[in-house]
């Protein structure tokens, strides 16, 4: 299988977490979890300065997703890999924690707690997602399909949104 994270998606979500910890006024330290695990941060009380990572308490964890082309509301549903909501929610019963899925779109920057979704899904939010441009049949799979937008337009299920007049400045890397 393919590696698709490259060092420029971590530099962006490094970004993406600074940022939205500043939207939300959360102190915490994000730490980036290792290569291959099914999330992206774990996220611990501060580190003071010069102080050491090792025994800190773990706060929450966050899945961080880079969107520099689209807009939040471009469509209905933000489609997301049921393994990931799996993860998300075993990881949170396990620890009591949070899970954010943070997402930077072109035109803001949304965030919602995967661990608040319970089961069972309802129907027509689990359905075949994925891409299929790349020819890797690894990219397509089961999906949570998480409503973005009510009719009216504004932010939908749990999904907090603070618009942005412009994209972050990160490096672009290609959208996987």
Known sequence: MPIRETPLHREAQGAIIREWLEATGFHYTALPLPPFSE?????????PEGGTIMHRIIEAYAEVKHRPSTKMLAHNSYMISLH????AKRLSVMTNKPVWLVI????????FNLASLFPPLDDGLVKVGGREDRGDGADVEPCAFLPLAK????????????????PLDIPRSPET
């Open 84 to 87: 990931k909501v799996f993860a």
């Open 39 to 47: 999330l992206d941060y774990m996220l611990v009380d501060p580190v």
């Open 151 to 166: 009719v009216n337009g504004e932010p939908y299920w749990g999904w907090t949104h603070v618009a942005k007049e412009t």
């Open 104 to 111: 930077r779109w072109l035109d803001g920057l949304g965030w």
